[in-house]
């Protein structure tokens, strides 16, 4: 210690972390003063004070965890300061185990709008793009999500935070949907592949939130056009909100006269999509989104069902879906996080021609989902997330037949209402529980259900390993519940997981094993639906990505494997479900041309045969159908910094990819069941479009929202 | 005893409350803003970025002292005088939200240096960041240009950004210099609302000019 000629005391010292070496840059410093200097290269430090007595030192950097010292000023003669690495706040944890955070956390998994147009399977929709993940299935004939031996309705996806009942275009029979949204409507999704937290419910294999963007910071618009499609839309900004709109119309009238498909059609698809959104700051600290989205398809298609001698009829199919999402998010001053949200869901499907030339079929579902939540960080060490949430659910089917006589009207009304609470705590440096919990209450059955979770992380710098229980409950389908059934319950799965993952200068590796057991699942049963059914589904992910060994390149390679067996619907005995294959293998690329201004997206997928059942062998599902193979390619071409023409091609190679067989109800006059191979419309589609912003200071920003 | 006690917590608290209400953070914050103009090594202006943060801490409720430490962070970031950028990336984040929820700063300023954030993130990486983060680039200035349309240096960054752009295009930005032209002006005829307040932009403004315009 030194006194200074003025009377100052000069306090010096070194700063160095807990393994010894120096921290450059720390701020050192007597509280409430402005007396403090930083350390150098080597650590050190020097300052002098005026400050006499008891004071309290400072020492602070980014990253570490903020040191205090109280002592009499005299005695601060070359401290010797050690800083311990600071905590990751527990709502910072990114636990990789399951879950694909794309765009939304700091983790390589990063996938924006740009990342699902380019990726070459997507065709510029996210379920699309996320087909290319691990733990998906390919099942081509209708392009909906399977996860890990799953079906597709086991899988929900949600709009910041509530549900939405129908995310996918409706098509014709073995035309793969598509998402209904614009991936540039969101800024991050975080897909989960099982044991998710609680507040997720009715979701027996996975979930799909996604968050849209905040308020827009510019106003903008744009147009696209393709042969097979127009759209256009933008955003005005506001000072402090946004309103933001896109429409698409699709016909396939020209591109099926240029490239006719296998289907006969009167009146090709046709579709148009609306969504509109409008956000506002709420004070400070809260945002306010009201989100509605509107999609209509119709389409006429001229078939005969020749297996079933059922005659030519046309077709005609016309769907109206409607969504509606308001949410509310707001922040205390005492950093407590609160969310209310309430969303509606309206589809209504109307088949003409369904059965036989002049019967009908009329069909409609609607929800309401309302949902609050809280979360707070009640210590260091301890977060709470907790709320609640209902869903009011409605179902109608009407069926007339030929001669307009009324045959059918079933319809079900129910309603579910949960309360879900979530806790984070972190055990060790490093180290964190989860331990959450969901109570239902399904009116329908009048059974109260508990779906406990249990995850535990240890996540060191760049090494993950997390293991995770969860029990998960969901309503059979509305179709079942209207069928004659006896005892239904809540089908319920139960996720054992277990993962670990490293991540090193922009490559990650990520490998998971997984056990899901089913059980409860509708069954049937003489003619009538019990919850009999039960199942399990059994596997590995491997995956790697990589964006920083090449330039301008980023991709990822992955495999699944998958053993899925069920007793369910109407299998006699446990058998593989039909949508699973063994086998799936992936690998997506993308790279950048500078010189031509191009980027290029290509996916490779491979998935092994899946089972079908052939009634000319003996038992059940008894047969495997060939193996998968697609190669698909996308190029953007940056044409100038406000137009971009994107091109992409499905299935490149021409493959005749085969989704298993059907079969006549009934054997021929010669005893054998005749039967046609499941085949898409098509076995390549081609797409071109131009996207073009009308804003010249835009730098080839598609998006509307 | 009890009222000794009461007494010695009184006057602590009060001594307390006086000593952080001798501090006239303008003045405070002007000191240290002449030091960072005079300082000639840029690496030396992390010392004023710890006085700030000091400044700060005896400040509670003014927004400037943080505005200048993100500002100040994303300099040194930019400068690449630092091999810490990320740590002074995540400081910058961390201010930037603080920013944006104290009611008492200057929203257009604050987007702007939102703005400056992203731009920084893209030059750690332009290959793999320009694509993630262009948009909000743009959207940063483009929103503190709305919000205050007087102010030159979201109109600077931004058209300093689409120059950029355009290279990156391979294409000719025509009226680059005459924008810089123009904004040279609006520099001029800016106000700031105290001689602590945002000023900064000119002299990049005027670099720029000579390195682009001839």
Same mark, same amino acid.
């Given at each position: 210690m030194r006194l200074t000629a003025q009377g100052q005391q000069q306090i010096t010292g070194m700063v160095i972390d807990v393994k010894g070496q120096p921290v450059e840059g720390a701020n050192i410093y007597i509280t409430g003063t402005l007396d403090g200097a930083s350390s150098d290269k080597a650590g050190k430090f020097s300052f002098a004070t005026t400050q006499k007595g008891t004071v309290i030192l400072g020492a602070s950097y980014i990253g570490y965890k903020d040191f205090r010292l109280t002592a009499?000023?005299?005695?601060? @003669?070359?401290l010797k300061i050690v800083l311990q690495p600071s905590e990751k706040a527990l709502e910072e944890v990114v636990v990789r185990a399951s879950t694909f955070s794309l765009g939304k =956390? !700091?983790?390589?998994e990063k996938l924006d709008a740009l990342d699902v147009v380019m990726t070459g399977s997507s065709n510029g929709d996210i379920y699309g793009a996320l087909m290319s993940l691990p733990g998906t299935q390919k099942v081509g004939e209708d392009g909906k999500l399977y996860i !890990? @031996?799953?079906?597709? !309705?086991e899988t929900q996806t949600f709009i910041d935070g509530m549900h939405v009942l129908s995310p996918y275009s409706i098509t014709a029979q073995d035309m793969p949907a598509r998402g209904r949204f614009s991936p540039f409507l969101f800024q991050g999704i975080n897909f989960s592949l099982g044991g998710y937290e609680s507040e997720f419910g009715q979701a027996l294999s996975a979930v799909l939130p996604m968050d849209t963007k905040d308020v827009a910071g510019s106003t903008k618009a744009g147009i696209n056009f393709s042969p097979l499609s127009a759209g256009g839309g933008g955003s005005v900004a506001f000072r402090k909100s946004s309103l933001s709109a896109n429409v698409n119309f699709t016909d396939l009238t020209l591109y099926n006269k240029v490239l006719p498909d296998r289907y006969s059609w009167k009146k090709p698809y046709q579709s148009l999509s609306a969504e509109a959104q409008y956000k506002t700051a709420v004070g400070a600290r809260g945002v306010f989104k009201l989100y509605t989205a509107y999609d209509r398809t119709a389409f006429i298609r001229t078939f005969a069902d020749t297996l079933d001698h059922v005659p030519q009829r046309d077709f005609r199919l016309q769907q109206d879906n409607y969504y509606l999402n308001a949410t509310l998010k707001t922040k205390t001053r005492h950093n407590t996080h609160l969310f209310f949200g309430a969303a509606g869901s309206y589809v209504d499907n109307r088949y003409d021609n369904a059965r036989f030339q002049r019967d009908s079929y009329h069909q409609n579902e609607q929800e309401l989902h309302l949902k609050a939540r809280l979360e707070k960080n009640i210590m260091p060490g301890y977060r709470l997330s907790t709320g609640m949430e209902a869903y009011l659910r409605g179902y109608r089917a009407v069926y007339h037949d030929t001669l307009q006589q009324r045959l059918q009207d079933q319809q079900v009304n129910y309603q579910l209402y949960a309360a879900f609470v979530d806790n984070q705590v972190r055990l060790l440096p490093g180290l964190y529980a989860n331990a959450s919990g969901r109570m239902e209450y399904a009116q329908f059955s009048s059974a109260w259900n508990f779906s406990p979770r249990v995850s535990l992380n240890y996540l060191a710098n760049r090494f993950q390993v997390s293991a995770i229980w969860g029990r998960y409950y969901q309503m059979p389908d509305n179709s079942v519940l209207v069928a004659p059934h006896e005892n239904m319950q809540q089908s319920v799965a139960s996720h054992y997981i277990l993962g670990a993952s490293y991540e090193y200068k922009g490559r990650l590796i990520k490998a998971e094993t997984y056990y899901k057991q089913y059980d409860q699942l509708e069954l049937l049963q003489q003619q009538v639906y019990h919850a009999n059914g039960y199942g399990k589904s059994t596997g590995f992910d491997v995956y790697f990505s990589d964006e920083s060994s090449v330039p301008h390149l980023k991709y990822n390679v992955s495999y699944s494997y998958n053993d899925a067996a069920r007793l369910y619907r109407d299998f006699p005995v446990m058998s593989t479900p039909l949508?699973? =294959?063994r086998h799936n293998a992936r690998m997506s690329g993308k790279y950048y041309f500078p010189a031509l201004k191009t980027y290029a997206g290509v996916t490779a997928t491979y998935a092994s045969g899946r089972p079908y059942r052939d009634p000319n062998r003996d038992g059940y599902i008894n047969a495997v159908d060939k193996d998968y193979f697609s190669l698909d390619a996308n190029l953007t071409f940056l044409i100038s910094k406000q137009v971009i023409l994107y091109t992409s091609c499905g299935n490149i190679t021409g493959r005749q990819n085969t989704y298993g067989y059907r079969y006549a109800p009934s054997p021929d006059a010669t005893g054998v069941y005749q039967g046609a191979p499941v085949m898409a419309s098509r076995n390549n589609f081609f797409y071109i479009g131009v996207f073009i912003s009308l804003k010249s200071s835009s730098a080839y920003d598609v998006s509307s929202f | 005893m009890k009222n000794m006690f009461a007494l010695w917590i009184l006057l602590t608290m009060t001594i307390s409350g006086y000593a952080q209400n001798t501090i006239n953070c303008e003045e405070q914050l002007q000191l240290v803003l002449n030091k960072v103009k005079e300082e000639k090594d840029m690496s030396g202006v992390y010392n004023h970025v710890n006085t700030l943060k000091r400044l700060s801490g005896l400040c509670p409720g003014e927004w400037l002292p943080d505005y200048y430490i993100a500002y100040l962070d994303l300099k040194l970031v930019l400068s690449r005088n630092t091999d810490k950028p990320a740590d002074l990336l995540l400081e910058a984040a961390d201010k930037l939200a603080q920013l944006k929820g104290n009611a008492k700063a200057n929203a257009s300023e604050v987007y702007t240096l939102e703005g400056y954030y992203y731009y920084a993130m893209i030059a750690q990486d332009p290959a793999v960041n320009g694509q993630k983060y262009y948009r909000e680039v743009v959207a940063g200035y483009e929103k503190a240009i709305r919000l205050?349309?007087?102010?030159p240096r979201p109109q600077l960054q931004l058209a300093i950004f689409q120059n950029l752009m355009a290279a990156f295009m391979k294409q000719t930005n025509n009226g680059f210099c005459d924008k810089l032209q123009q904004l040279e002006q609006t520099f001029r005829d800016f106000k700031p609302a105290s001689a602590v307040a945002p000023a900064w932009g000119l002299p990049e403004l005027l670099h720029v000019r000579q390195n682009n315009c001839h």
């Open positions: 009499p000023v005299d005695q601060m @003669g070359q =956390s !700091r983790t390589l !890990r @031996g799953g079906d597709n !309705r949508f699973a =294959s | 205050d349309p007087s102010n």
